[in-house]
């Protein structure tokens, strides 16, 4: 059974930072590509960070330069370090995994943790 447990959500002022962890189990988690997802209140689910298997990096423009997303094969976990947050970073995120193979493409979702930026 694939399990994708975040942690590390709350409530912080602007400016402040926080870091996400995404703790994978029932995959084998260096195959994957892992993400990082946000979706706030009236708004479509959007790709904030994402890493692949082999290490490169993308991120959304809104959060470049302050997100850094990594990962750690060994313990199985992907972060998302925020840096100099604002209102608008607030909403649910998510992590995800993703492997295309030639079977096709599978996806697994976590189940989400709060981030509220806010004075």
Request: proline share 3%.
């Given at each position: 059974?694939?399990?994708?447990?975040?942690?590390?959500?709350?409530?912080?002022q602007?400016?402040?930072?926080?870091?996400?962890?995404?703790?994978?189990?029932?995959?084998?988690?260096?195959?994957?590509?892992?993400?990082?997802?946000?979706q706030?209140?009236?708004?479509?689910?959007?790709?904030?960070?994402?890493?692949?298997?082999?290490?490169?990096?993308?991120?959304?423009?809104?959060?470049?330069?302050?997100?850094?997303?990594?990962?750690?094969?060994?313990?199985?976990?992907?972060?998302?370090?925020?840096?100099?947050?604002?209102?608008?970073?607030?909403?649910?995120?998510?992590?995800?995994?993703?492997?295309?193979?030639?079977?096709?493409?599978?996806?697994?979702?976590?189940?989400?943790?709060?981030?509220t930026?806010?004075?």
């Amino acid at each position: 059974q694939v399990q994708l447990v975040e942690s590390g959500g709350g409530l912080v002022q602007p400016g402040g930072s926080l870091r996400l962890s995404c703790a994978a189990s029932g995959i084998i988690f260096s195959f994957y590509g892992m993400g990082w997802y946000r979706q706030a209140p009236g708004k479509q689910r959007e790709l904030v960070a994402a890493i692949t298997s082999g290490g490169s990096t993308n991120y959304a423009d809104s959060v470049k330069g302050r997100f850094t997303i990594s990962r750690g094969n060994a313990k199985n976990t992907v972060y998302l370090e925020m840096n100099s947050l604002k209102p608008e970073d607030t909403a649910v995120y998510y992590c995800n995994a993703d492997i295309r193979v030639v079977a096709g493409r599978f996806e697994h979702w976590g189940q989400g943790t709060q981030v509220t930026v806010s004075s």
